[in-house]
């Protein structure tokens, strides 16, 4: 042991989904959206002024900020934004779970809440979900330190209706309740309009799955301007320029292309239905899903066999050796050509 050992803040940190990078691949593994952002980003990215990269950054993100407040119909102190929403996440933990009281989330969840708890020394409790992996709200009705959970979550693609949503908020008038929406736009009903009826809520949103610019990294937070005041005030004592010029320029196009941003989503929908259909007539069974995934397991086949073979296949798609889950995986949507080919490589190469 070294004589500085015991300074050392030791973290067990996050495991993202493995990126591997091969030409024949089919990359179902992290929800990532197959279709390429609007043509606008792209165009606007290969004219993209990069004289202005010598200057800092704008430290408020005025044109983002107010590009999305005027998407929602939100003030601006109504929204704050981020290096994804790992990053409003994280600065989230940070300013509003501050508490000796635990902090209460789902078992079965995003597997960075209990990483950022554990990292900032946060108290926890996980909620265990329902055997059909829905949230039960009465486990959130009791003294806490602050509730997170992702609605539809994740990795289940299960949502909580809106009435839950309203109650485990009107029940915990002294915590801060986020919502993590990182699915919401493919078919699930946002909690933004709690944000003007209560003050303890907070809705969290991002570009990464519905905007296809998960390497542009673009999260936002939407709630009243005090819990945006204190969100800003950790972010400004943390790092003053979180977003860069870039992000700031295509992240306002993407947003002015709503009718790019409604087709794709769309199409998601549809190949879901589809691919849906396909893989329960193979023998899967699933909850329904309103997010890009399905999480689904096979009548006989374990699911670490399928992920094995899939992975032979260059097809990769989730699987979470995770108590619970751990016959489970999560197949991310893709273009209907790749779920084409997941589905045939499941019934011609021996799999099931
Ligand atoms: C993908 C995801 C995020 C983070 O997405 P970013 O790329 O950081 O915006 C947050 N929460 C959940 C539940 C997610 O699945």
Not at 238 to 251: A, E, H, K, R, W
Not at 254 to 263: I, K, P, R, T
Request: hydrophobic share 35%; glycine share 4%.
């Amino acid at each position: 042991m070294k004589p500085w050992e015991d300074k050392i803040r030791k973290v067990i940190p996050y495991t993202p989904g493995e990126q591997p990078n091969e030409s024949d691949m089919v990359k179902l593994n992290t929800n990532e959206n197959p279709y390429p952002p609007a043509p606008s980003v792209r165009e606007l990215a290969k004219a993209m002024n990069t004289e202005d990269l010598r200057l800092y950054p704008d430290p408020t993100c005025h044109s983002l900020v107010s590009g999305l407040a005027a998407y929602y119909g939100l003030k601006e102190e109504q929204v704050f934004v981020g290096v994804g929403s790992d990053d409003v996440l994280a600065m989230c933990f940070l300013t509003f779970f501050n508490s000796q009281k635990p902090l209460l989330f789902p078992d079965i969840t995003y597997s960075f809440y209990d990483v950022w708890a554990d990292m900032l020394r946060i108290p926890y409790e996980c909620q265990p979900l329902d055997e059909n992996f829905h949230i039960k709200k009465e486990d959130y009705f009791r003294e806490n330190g602050g509730i997170i959970f992702p609605n539809p979550n994740a990795p289940t693609g299960a949502e909580l209706d809106q009435d839950a949503i309203e109650e485990i908020v009107a029940k915990n008038p002294s915590s801060i309740v986020i919502v993590d929406e990182a699915y919401v736009d493919f078919g699930g009903v946002s909690a933004l309009p709690l944000i003007e009826k209560y003050d303890n809520v907070l809705v969290v949103q991002t570009f990464s799955k519905s905007r296809s610019m998960a390497g542009m990294r673009i999260g936002y937070a939407m709630g009243n301007a005090e819990l945006i005041k204190y969100l800003n005030d950790v972010k400004y004592s943390f790092n003053s320029y979180t977003m860069n010029y870039p992000t700031l320029v295509l992240g306002v196009a993407s947003l002015q292309d709503e009718a790019y941003f409604q087709e794709t989503k769309n199409k998601i929908m549809e190949t879901r239905a589809w691919a849906a259909k396909e893989l329960r007539e193979l023998g899967f069974t699933f909850e329904d899903s309103k997010s890009n995934f399905l999480f689904v397991s096979h009548k006989s086949v374990p699911a670490e066999k399928i992920f094995m073979e899939l992975r032979k296949h260059h097809i990769y798609v989730r699987y979470f050796k995770k108590p619970r889950i751990d016959n489970y995986l999560r197949i991310s949507i893709g273009t209907p050509k790749e779920m084409q080919k997941l589905i045939t490589t499941l019934k011609e190469g021996d799999i099931l």
